[in-house]
């Protein structure tokens, strides 16, 4: 299945992201924890060159609770300060100012060697679309907050959220493109609903999903719809079945009885993308550890 995705506002994207870096000294990034490096954008090194990194594996309750410390030491291992977080119920954001703050130690080091002192710290929050960046924000930022900049006449420009004495935060999020030019990478954001459904074949999207749950999850679709699923699924085709049992089981049925694959279709993606099949990776950190980040 190959996904072609190519959001309108790319360009003006980038130039914005570069025009924002410039005023920070520290980047937070997040992915989603399910599919970490399918949802990291591809050019957020370059653009980032230079500065402190922090990168949030978000969503981290949706996913399989045996990946995700594996996945947080992968990018610590790769330099990052790196830390899981669910920013829906706050679980993990707390530590997040400490994790900033550590992040940019050698910066304020340098800073005091050359007398600057107690500047606070600038940070922004990157991803791509739907990463839960503004869920995030909102957490983070919580309710003790005043607002700098953009002062109704005294000063035009950016608005800052301060956090702390010591640190202050870019309060609009930089929107980064996701990695469209790897069909792996596509096909996990689409079973993650991070591409919009009208532009892809949600039903063999469907069996796809079923495939990798197959090798993966095995027991994930028998205890959610109490279905007995077929063995030796290897292609696309042998999950059908799966869709026809799900159909049945939810009285998906058509006219004449036959079953309504692409309800069911719906109905497995949704429950996917909610949970409902328990904690799933998509990607596993063990494929990934020779290549760079
Ligand atoms: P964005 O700014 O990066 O585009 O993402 P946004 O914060 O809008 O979040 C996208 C969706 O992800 C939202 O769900 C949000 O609630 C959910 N979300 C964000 N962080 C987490 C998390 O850590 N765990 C879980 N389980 N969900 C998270 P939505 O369906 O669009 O809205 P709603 O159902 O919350 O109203």
Same mark, same amino acid.
């Given at each position: 299945m190959n996904i072609q995705w190519y959001p309108g506002h790319m360009a003006k994207a980038r130039r914005m992201m570069q025009e924002n870096m410039k005023l920070v000294d520290v980047v937070i990034e997040l992915v989603d924890a399910r599919i970490p490096l399918s949802s990291k954008n591809p050019d957020i090194d370059a653009l980032a060159s230079g500065k402190s990194r922090v990168l949030l594996l978000n969503k981290y309750d949706m996913a399989d609770p045996k990946y995700n410390e594996l996945w947080k030491s992968?990018?610590?291992?790769?330099?990052?300060?790196?830390?899981?977080? $669910?920013? %829906?119920?706050?679980?993990?954001?707390k530590q997040i100012k400490d994790i900033v703050y550590k992040a940019c130690e050698a910066k304020i080091e340098r800073d005091? !060697? !050359?007398?600057?002192? $107690?500047?606070?710290? !600038?940070?922004?929050?990157?991803?791509?679309?739907?990463?839960?960046?503004?869920?995030?924000? $909102?957490?983070?930022?919580?309710?003790?907050?005043?607002?700098?900049? $953009?002062?109704?006449?005294?000063?035009?420009? %950016?608005?800052?959220? !301060?956090?702390?004495? %010591?640190i202050e935060l870019l309060d609009t999020p930089g929107i980064l493109w996701p990695k469209f030019e790897d069909p792996n990478a596509g096909m996990r954001l689409a079973f993650i609903g991070s591409i919009n459904d009208d532009i892809i074949q949600t039903t063999e999207l469907s069996l796809e999903l079923i495939l990798f749950l197959d090798r993966h999850y095995p027991d994930s679709i028998k205890n959610r719809y109490g279905i007995g699923v077929p063995g030796n699924l290897n292609e696309l085709r042998d999950c059908v079945p799966v869709l026809e049992r799900i159909a049945i089981k939810r009285s998906c049925l058509m006219k004449g009885g036959e079953p309504d694959i692409d309800r069911a279709a719906g109905i497995l993606l949704d429950d996917f993308r909610n949970a409902r099949l328990g904690g799933i990776t998509l990607e596993f950190p063990q494929d990934y550890e020779a290549l760079p980040v």
């Open positions: 992968y990018f610590e291992k790769k330099g990052f300060y790196a830390a899981l977080i $669910n920013s %829906k119920d706050g679980q993990g954001v005091r !060697r !050359r007398g600057i002192l $107690n500047r606070p710290v !600038r940070a922004m929050v990157v991803g791509i679309p739907n990463v839960g960046k503004s869920t995030f924000i $909102n957490s983070f930022v919580g309710r003790a907050t005043a607002k700098t900049g $953009n002062k109704p006449g005294v000063t035009k420009g %950016k608005q800052w959220i !301060r956090l702390s004495s %010591k």
